[in-house]
């Protein structure tokens, strides 16, 4: 009997060992899949806004790609504060980035677009649906460069401080910003501008290419809060606070220019 009890003894530290050594994974795999249902939030937030959006409802639609906006900061910061990087990550992360930062605000254009034709007559049905296939085209041409910007950022290890082209979610603030402004404000400029054909293609067609060019653009992450080495970012915050003090919502629309004229500008400090 008292040796059954010595093997129990034994035993038992083994049987410990096992428990804790299966703890650990599974508190491991847990950490590893927090990132990606953040992400999986970002992606959902995306859908949901282009619901919306082809509903006709371009405010709610906006705000839920603004929360995508924040599922997508907090799914990088929970994988560095983690540790929980993975390759899976990585692409889901890209792919709910095209959803939410390239579809939905596409649509939101189209509409714009669609909106502002209408008050162009077409006496034909055909050259209506022409026109409406050629605003289609303008509209994808925003997802397709968000696509292709997402693409060249996975290769290229030189992205890892500043962004080479506009990152795509300063794309799609850029156009939800557009529609904030003008509902919560009374804004004639901002109401003329999403009404003319003319700026709006401009405006898809910019973005669009800002995303695939090589322009230096500054990360918004930052390693220390001195002033030295951060000299855009602290410009962009202040020219930003700035303009919300004089224009209030109005400046919404003024956050990705200021972004990248302040990123252009740090480069001479």
């Known amino acids: 009997m008292k040796v059954v009890n010595c093997a129990k003894l034994i035993i038992k530290p083994k049987f410990i ?6 703890h650990r994974y599974i508190d491991n795999l847990m950490k590893k899949h927090i ?3 953040i992400t999986s939030l970002n992606l959902v937030s995306g859908f949901i806004a282009i619901i919306l959006a082809v509903q006709g409802n371009i405010v709610a639609a906006s705000w ?3 929360a995508a906006m924040v599922f ?5 910061f929970s994988a560095r504060m983690l540790k929980a990087y ?4 990585k692409e889901l992360d890209s792919l709910a980035d095209v959803v939410s930062f390239g579809v939905a605000p596409a649509i939101i254009i189209f509409s714009f677009l669609t909106d502002a034709f209408s008050s162009i007559p077409m006496k034909q049905v055909y050259i209506s649906d ?6 289609a085209i303008i509209a994808s041409i925003m997802p397709v460069c968000g696509a292709l910007r997402l693409a060249i950022f996975n290769l290229d290890s030189s992205q ?7 990152p795509i979610p300063a794309n799609a603030m850029a156009v939800i910003s557009l529609v904030i402004a003008s509902h919560y404000s009374e804004s004639g400029f901002i109401d003329s501008f999403i009404s003319s054909p003319a700026a709006l293609i401009m405006l898809t067609i910019g973005l669009s290419l800002l995303m695939v060019s090589r322009l230096d653009l500054f990360s918004l992450k930052i390693s220390n809060l001195k002033i030295k080495g951060n000299e855009g970012r602290y410009l962009m915050i202040l020219l930003i606070a700035i303009s919300f003090v004089f224009l209030g919502i109005n400046a919404t629309v003024l956050i990705i220019p200021v972004y990248i004229i302040s ?3 740090s480069r001479y400090f």
């Open 130 to 135: 022409q026109r409406d296939l050629f605003l």
């Open 64 to 66: 839920l790609i603004a």
């Open 35 to 37: 990132p990606n249902f």
């Open 160 to 166: 890892t401080k500043n962004f080479k082209g506009l």
């Open 86 to 89: 993975s390759d899976v990550g």
């Open 72 to 76: 997508d900061f907090l799914d990088g």
């Open 17 to 22: 060992l096992i428990l804790l050594s299966e």
């Open 263 to 265: 990123s252009v500008v």
